[in-house]
C-alpha cells in the first residue's frame, strides 16, 4: 500500500519561505511522477505543482510561477516544495499526491488525472 507523509508546514509571516518534504512508501518511487496540490479554507482543492518520475520535467499553476519549486531526491523517497516569498493567499493545507500509473506526467497530475494516492496534508499559515 502507498502511504504519503508530509511535514514541513506551518506559520511564516509574507515573503517568508518554507519547505514541504513528501515521503514515499510502498511501491518504486523513482517510476512515478508526483504532484503537490492545495485547499485554501473554503475553497476547492488546486494543482500547485509536479514533476516527473526523474525531476527533469516540472509544471506549475501560475500563480506559483518562479516563487515555488518542486523537486525530488529518488534516492531518499521523497518530493519537496520548496516555497520562497510567500503570500497570504498561499495559506492552505497542501496535499501531495501520486498517481497509479507510471504513464501519468506532470501535465496528467496537474489535470487530475490518474491521481490515486492522497497525503494528510499539512498546514500552511501565512501572516501578513
Known amino acids: 500500500q502507498v502511504q504519503l507523509v508530509e511535514s514541513g508546514g506551518g506559520l511564516v509571516q509574507a515573503g517568508g519561505s518554507l519547505r514541504l518534504s513528501c515521503a514515499a512508501s510502498?511501491?518504486?518511487?523513482?517510476?512515478?511522477?508526483m504532484g503537490w496540490f492545495r485547499q485554501a479554507p473554503g475553497k476547492e482543492r488546486e494543482p500547485v505543482a509536479a514533476?516527473?518520475?526523474?525531476?527533469?520535467?516540472?509544471t506549475y499553476v501560475g500563480s506559483v510561477e518562479g516563487r515555488f519549486t518542486i523537486s525530488r531526491d529518488n534516492a531518499k523517497n521523497t518530493v519537496y516544495l520548496q516555497m520562497n516569498n510567500l503570500r497570504p493567499e498561499d495559506t492552505a493545507v497542501y496535499y501531495c499526491?501520486?498517481?497509479?500509473?507510471?504513464?501519468?506526467?506532470?501535465?496528467?497530475?496537474?489535470?487530475?488525472?490518474?491521481?490515486?494516492?492522497w497525503g494528510q496534508g499539512t498546514l500552511v499559515t501565512v501572516s501578513s
Open positions: 514533476i516527473n518520475w526523474s525531476g527533469g520535467d516540472t
Open positions: 499526491a501520486a498517481p497509479s500509473t507510471p504513464v501519468a506526467g506532470p501535465n496528467d497530475i496537474m489535470g487530475n488525472l490518474y491521481l490515486e494516492f
Open positions: 510502498g511501491r518504486t518511487f523513482s517510476h512515478y511522477a
